[in-house]
């Protein structure tokens, strides 16, 4: 596991990076990707969606162009902080939460969408917090997930290894199919000096 797989200690890492992380976000996950992944997902019937890990609403923001109102979620108090400043925190378009991927405060059945971009990689266990979102997602809801690609350099392996969840669309079929999800595709994204640093995958969850 690596070092920021501990909800503490992201936490404290988001401390201190929630105050330049619009400032550096774009050189990683940046509006164009944002609108290529926003694509994959089918918003016509879409009325309760919700962003797990929403950060400082980069995001949610490009969600609240295809829904009236976005659920938002994140551990991190700083990171709300920063989105509150943008959305407000109550009374407008997005309904926030504190909580935790892992234990999402919802009632089951209650979405049509969930999706999560840079959160996974800090999940100590990844595959119970796919299984809420599966649990919060109505039958046959949509999930997409935005997570860091696996690096084919060793020495980028082993520094990724040690530091967060990293891993590769082998791994994530596994981990989509264990929580119980079906109709499982993975694209590769990046910014243009990296066009494949990110899997984003998108699946159903089952007609239960």
């Not at 995001?59 to 989105?83: F, R």
């Not at 943008?86 to 309904?95: E, I, N, P, S, Y």
């Not at 059945?109 to 595959?127: M, N, R």
């Not at 967060?164 to 079929?173: I, K, P, S, T, V």
Request: glycine share 8%.
């Amino acid at each position: 596991m690596g070092i920021l797989e501990n909800k503490a200690r992201a936490r404290l890492f988001y401390k201190y990076l929630s105050t330049i992380y619009d400032r550096i976000n774009p050189f990683i996950w940046n509006e164009e990707m944002r609108t290529e992944a926003l694509s994959l997902l089918d918003f016509e019937d879409a009325e309760m969606v919700l962003d797990v890990g929403c950060g400082t609403g980069f995001a949610t923001e490009g969600l609240l162009e295809h829904v009236d109102t976005v659920y938002a979620l994140d551990q991190s108090e700083h990171q709300l902080e920063k989105a509150y400043a943008k959305f407000g925190k109550t009374g407008g378009r997005v309904d926030f939460h504190r909580g935790d991927a892992e234990r999402l405060p919802f009632k089951t059945d209650t979405f049509d969408v969930v999706w999560s971009s840079g959160s996974i990689e800090y999940w100590p266990e990844p595959v119970l917090a796919l299984r809420e979102f599966n649990r919060v997602l109505k039958p046959g809801g949509q999930v997409l997930v935005v997570g860091p690609n696996y690096p084919d350099n060793r020495i980028a392996q082993v520094l990724a290894d040690a530091m967060m969840l990293f891993y590769d669309e082998y791994e994530a079929d596994r981990m989509f199919k264990e929580a119980g999800f079906e109709e499982v595709q993975h694209l590769f994204q990046g910014p243009s000096y990296e066009p494949e640093v990110a899997i984003t995958t998108i699946a159903r969850a089952p007609e239960k």
